[in-house]
């Protein structure tokens, strides 16, 4: 799951995606571009929160099973 997240992060943060939002256009006083790259950014840091996060808890789920 992080590789998959890993390679959509470089999907979003290379060359062509990023010349889509690179526009003389201001959103709430931001330029687009900016606003793009670090909302992807928060978005990135929230998925990989919530994978690792499920991810451990399962993982100590089934330690807990071993040592019983």
Known sequence: ???????????LFNFPI???FNLK???FGIPL????VFSIWFIMIVF?????????GT???NFSK???
């Open 1 to 11: 799951r992080l590789i998959g997240l890993f390679l959509l992060g470089y999907l």
């Open 18 to 20: 990023l010349s889509l």
């Open 25 to 27: 256009v201001i959103v």
């Open 33 to 36: 571009l900016y606003l793009y």
């Open 48 to 56: 990989i929160y919530l994978t690792t996060r499920f991810s451990r």
């Open 59 to 61: 993982m100590q789920r």
């Open 66 to 68: 071993l040592d019983e």
